[in-house]
């Protein structure tokens, strides 16, 4: 159990209709990150938070995504109009700072 | 040049054998490295999190850091069939920005 639950496991949606991905933090962690990972590739960094901050954001996340945290806890990313390149794996780790990352078994998004 | 790099594999070694994983990095800031596994349709799991040059031992498995020459590494003792998965390499400078290695996937054949 890597303490990192995330909802849905898998969703399939056709392209311009709009997703939203849960994290939920098992326990308290103050930095909760959200990555992409496509096939053959490491994740990559999309947007973190502190807290409730989101304090960073990749040039990879469009004005389509938007990722909020609202009481510091759980983190939602939505993606508005979605395109066939959206199709990848959402991964949410929690952690950070001088401890390392744990991640949820992540969002698989299939695009139509 | 990509941050980090990482010989893609795939790898096939014989059950028992002792497997060696490789990254290079190009940022001299990172100093916590990381090591992952990756099975099929699953997150990546924390195996190995080190901080600055040496080696640290975990069971089967030791990481090996190398800050003078930007490379780390990771070594499989007695490779086992389960260990068969995609292995992510990660780094970060002061614990905010973490960048991962494309993964090596390995194979243990019985």
């Known amino acids: 159990d890597t303490g990192v639950s995330q909802d849905p496991r898998h969703k399939i949606t056709k392209r311009g209709q709009n997703v939203t991905f849960r994290c939920d933090p098992i326990?308290?962690?103050?930095?909760l990150y959200w990555y992409r990972q496509t096939l053959g590739q490491g994740p990559e960094f999309l947007t973190y938070?502190?807290?409730?901050?989101?304090?960073?954001k990749s040039r990879l996340l469009s004005d389509r995504f938007s990722a909020e945290r609202p009481k510091g806890s759980f983190s939602t990313l939505e993606i508005q109009r979605t395109e066939q390149g959206d199709s990848a794996m959402y991964l949410c780790?929690?952690?950070?700072?001088?401890?390392?990352?744990?991640f949820g078994d992540g969002t698989r998004l299939s695009i139509l | 040049q990509k941050e980090v790099e990482q010989d893609p594999g795939p790898l096939s070694v014989p059950e028992g054998a002792i497997v060696s994983l490789n990254c290079t990095y190009s940022?001299?800031?990172?100093?916590?490295f990381m090591w992952y596994r990756q099975y099929s349709r699953k997150g990546p799991e924390l195996l190995m999190y080190?901080?600055?040059?040496g080696n640290k031992e975990d069971g089967r498995f030791t990481a090996q850091v190398d800050k003078s020459s930007k490379y780390i590494s990771l070594f499989i003792r007695d490779s086992q069939p389960s260990d068969s998965a995609t292995y992510l390499c990660?780094?970060?400078?002061?614990?905010?920005?973490?960048?991962f290695g494309p993964g090596t996937r390995l194979s243990v054949l019985p």
């Open positions: 780790a929690a952690g950070g700072g001088n401890q390392p990352q744990h």
């Open positions: 326990s308290e962690h103050n930095r």
């Open positions: 938070f502190q807290n409730e901050a989101q304090l960073e």
């Open positions: 940022n001299s800031a990172f100093q916590y």
């Open positions: 080190t901080y600055s040059s």
């Open positions: 990660a780094m970060s400078d002061y614990g905010q920005n973490f960048v």
